[in-house]
């Protein structure tokens, strides 16, 4: 029986693993194995909310092992440290704690699906990488969190003020940047801190180009600025930051923006363990892979979603986004239980548009028509439940219409009886 081997449980590949595990592991056509470093899968999209802690990723994080059991295939929890494309085999850090032997695994591999995301790109900014916090896991999204409440704690103390600086206007900056201003409010509600949130917390996104969220048309990206300030945000568009310190963001011009935290957002690249596997990769360490969303040069491997370079012949480079890992995912599951030897179809990318958040009840971005291909804006509450429903979508693909109605009555309750924030 082949052995399907993917690698990284994100937005991408754990619902490749399911589709597979549902088709190809459940009729014993092939042996179908999740390999990730965590134990549980967290949707990258909501770690915003962690890090303003309306989200506690205990109760949205799903279990890798459960998720193998009812659908399957099997997970192996490890770090993939390197790739043996002689032998077909994938070596993986030794396990922690108790019962290890501290020996490296190997697994091998007849087919290997590589879905290992991406990671900031610092751009070599001097001081980012050490001063700067990111949005890459969930344990970032906590540490994020912490160093806000205790830095407001301390300056309710000493009655000084707490500077946030975010560095990127993109959706991962303006998102972060709404439910932060929304969170300080209640937790100032709650009695966390002793500051008042509108004269003591200044929260600033810093962007280089002339709009936010370049993604968007001018139009939105001013909406958006519009609907930041009123939060009482300040935005700061062309702006390049040149420098990071322990307390500041300095910008080319000199300027100093002081900031007790600093999230930087400003972009993504592949990580690096991609370089080393001696596939062809791009400037930002994306593995390079044709129409079919194979390696340029290893028709036994297959990248997709961030860590991969498509370029689309209509669209061009498909940018990493869960939309594309999502279509890439599926697209994989369909060629992937192909008999071998029948020719491979070629990936397509629609892009249905793309939607940002700006807080609990709205949202801003633009909606495209798969048949049409016409685009319409949108905005305010209608675009916040569509950006909800962005996540359901991603929770049917993994758990089916039942299993997601009762979630989403959970949460609904769940929402009517905590507090809005985490507290502590
Ligand atoms: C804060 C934030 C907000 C975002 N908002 C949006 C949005 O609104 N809309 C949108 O379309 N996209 C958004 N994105 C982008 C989206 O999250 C990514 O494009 C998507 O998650 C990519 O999916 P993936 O499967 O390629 O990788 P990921 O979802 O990042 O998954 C990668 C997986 O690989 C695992 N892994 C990595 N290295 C190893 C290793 N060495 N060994 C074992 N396992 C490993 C990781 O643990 C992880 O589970 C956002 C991203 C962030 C960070």
Redesign the pocket.
Known sequence: METIVI???????LELATRLGDTLGSAKRARVVL????HG?F???L??TVASGKCDPQVVELAFPAQALEHDFEFVQ???LCLDRAHQTITLAPRHGKGSDGACRTIAYDKLVL????VTNFYNVPGAAGHALT???VADAEAFRRRFNEACIKAGEQGTQVDVAIIGGG??GV??AAELSTSARALAAYKVHALDPDRDIRISVIERGQYLLPQLHPQQSQRAARHLRSLGIEVLTGTTVAEVTQDAVIDATGAVHRADLTLWAAGVEA?Q?CATFGLQVNHLKQIVVDASLCSANDSQIYA????ASYTCPVKGAAP??????HQQAMFLAELLTRRNGTPRPHFRYHDYG???SLGPQSAVGVLTGAVTGKSVRVGGAVAGLLYRL?YQKHMLSLHGTLRVATQALADWLRARILPPVKLH
Do not use: I, Y
Not at 7 to 13: F, K, P, R
């Open positions: 690698v990284g449980g994100g937005a991408g590949g390999v990730d470093r965590s899968h949707w990258k999209p770690l915003h490890g770090e993939v879905a290992l995301g991406s949005l890459d896991s959706a991962t998102e972060l990580p363990l997709f979603g961030d860590c990493p986004r869960a939309q594309v890992a793309s939607l940002v962005m």
